[in-house]
């Protein structure tokens, strides 16, 4: 069964924090990649990797740092936590093309 | 600029009803479309999927329909279930060198009452 984790569900960070969202997926999928959700603007894409060390900008990259060092984990740093950032993040995988796989997501809230 | 949009933010229907997600796009390079439902605090699920070389698709009581002419997709459920109730998102990706992203609406909010 294809499975995506991320490595919590919950949290909570003060302004100026560096945060780490870290995602492992055990499908050996090419692509990978890091949303958010915010109520009334659906999902936009911040970083996607379609293979280790690379790594493109999504729609919404500022603020946003990320990492694929081996094929099946991509983390999303946030270099300085804001509250603008508080938000619904959700990483997905998939294969060259198509079905994405979705982890459970991360309600992070910076205070 | 928004390339794909889902004009209504809620559906209410009653269970037993037909529910109709309307989604509309604008890139004419989007040649796969998808739908996933989305319950609150979890990640979204994939749900039913067309290529632009087929009209419909169906899977148990979901159907996709596409027209291509309109730039417009559905999603029918049928009969409607109060377990259905969720967000759903319609998303569409293209041919070219992303072609592995995909680009979603801004989702559609459907309620099922008992």
């Known amino acids: 069964d294809v499975k995506v984790t991320q490595s919590s569900r919950y949290l909570v960070k003060r302004t100026g924090e560096k945060v780490f969202l870290e995602c492992v997926q055990d499908?050996?999928?090419?692509?990978m990649f890091w949303y958010r959700q915010d109520p009334g603007l659906g999902l936009r894409l911040i970083y996607f990797?379609?293979?280790?060390?690379?790594?493109e900008k999504g729609d919404i990259p500022e603020g946003y740092s990320v990492s694929r060092e081996k094929k099946e984990r991509f983390s999303l740093i946030l270099e300085s936590a804001s509250t603008n950032q508080t938000s619904m993040y959700l990483c997905?995988?998939?294969?060259?093309?198509?079905?994405?796989?979705f982890g459970p997501g991360t309600r992070l809230t910076v205070l | 600029d928004q390339q794909v949009k889902q004009n209504s933010p809620s559906l209410s229907v009653q269970e037993g009803r037909i529910s109709i997600l309307n989604c509309d796009y604008t890139?004419?390079?989007?040649?796969?479309f998808l739908w996933y439902k989305k319950y609150p605090a979890e990640g979204p699920t994939f749900l039913i999927s067309?290529?632009?070389?087929?009209d419909k698709n169906e899977d148990g009581r979901f159907t996709v329909f596409l027209n291509k002419s309109a730039k417009h997709l559905s999603l029918h459920i049928v009969p409607s279930q109060p377990g259905d109730s969720a967000v759903y998102f319609c998303?569409?990706?293209?041919?070219?060198?992303?072609?592995?992203?995909?680009?979603f609406g801004k989702g559609t909010l459907l309620t099922v009452n008992p």
């Open positions: 997905a995988s998939s294969l060259r093309t198509g079905k994405q796989y």
């Open positions: 499908m050996d999928h090419e692509n």
């Open positions: 990797s379609y293979d280790v060390k690379m790594k």
């Open positions: 890139n004419s390079m989007f040649d796969y």
């Open positions: 067309i290529s632009s070389i087929k």
């Open positions: 998303a569409a990706s293209g041919s070219g060198g992303s072609n592995y992203k995909l680009t």
